[in-house]
């Protein structure tokens, strides 16, 4: 299956997300170490309209610039309509694209960088809210390929993810795939 068409299918998995959302969820703790959901939101709303700016003029100025406003599910759901419109055409695959402080890149690699991002905080959302999380197996597949590239130096300076942790042998593929990108798969929200 096309990168992008299986992003597509994790955003709408996101979007399911993202419309339970009520205005009392948004002070939520999330497995984002200090977010809460708003930010986790804010967060995917930069990083969503940042990929697209990125995809049509070939690098965003800000990467941070997502605004929630009174509709949270609006504000994402546009960011995710913008990215997808961006990565829509194939010439974008092969574009080379500035993504924040990682570097720049083939279109396909960043599509890559956004599919990892999309499914490790669609289950940060998923956890957030107490909501099962099934992403499909092969966007799992694809990202962890990715994931098991980020080294582990260095992601404190650039922001990307925590440090990997252990996970047991007989662990999931999302549970490894979060267990790399430094995430506790057994983290809940404290009551």
């Not at 309209?49 to 995809?55: D, K, Q």
Request: aromatic share 8%; charged share 25%; proline share 6%.
């Amino acid at each position: 299956m096309d990168l992008r068409e299986l992003d597509r299918h994790t955003l709408l998995v996101l979007d399911k997300l993202v419309a339970a959302v009520t205005p009392a969820d948004l002070t939520r703790p999330t497995p984002c170490s200090g977010w809460t959901l708003a930010d986790l939101l804010r967060h995917q709303v930069s990083e969503n309209h940042a990929f697209a700016t990125a995809a049509r003029e070939g690098s965003a100025p800000d990467w941070d610039a997502g605004v929630l406003g009174d509709d949270p599910y609006a504000a994402y759901r546009a960011s995710v309509d913008d990215f997808l419109a961006a990565f829509a055409g194939d010439a974008v695959l092969e574009r080379q694209l500035t993504i924040n402080h990682f570097g720049t890149f083939p279109g396909s690699i960043a599509a890559h960088m956004h599919l990892v991002d999309t499914v490790a905080h669609g289950w940060d959302l998923a956890r957030a809210l107490g909501l099962p999380y099934e992403p499909d197996a092969e966007a799992v597949y694809i990202a962890t390929k990715l994931a098991e590239r980020i080294p582990d130096e260095g992601r404190e300076k650039n922001g990307s993810f925590a440090h990997s942790v252990a996970v047991p042998a007989d662990a999931s593929a999302l549970d490894r795939f979060l267990a790399l990108l430094g995430r506790d798969p057994a983290w809940t929200a404290v009551s």
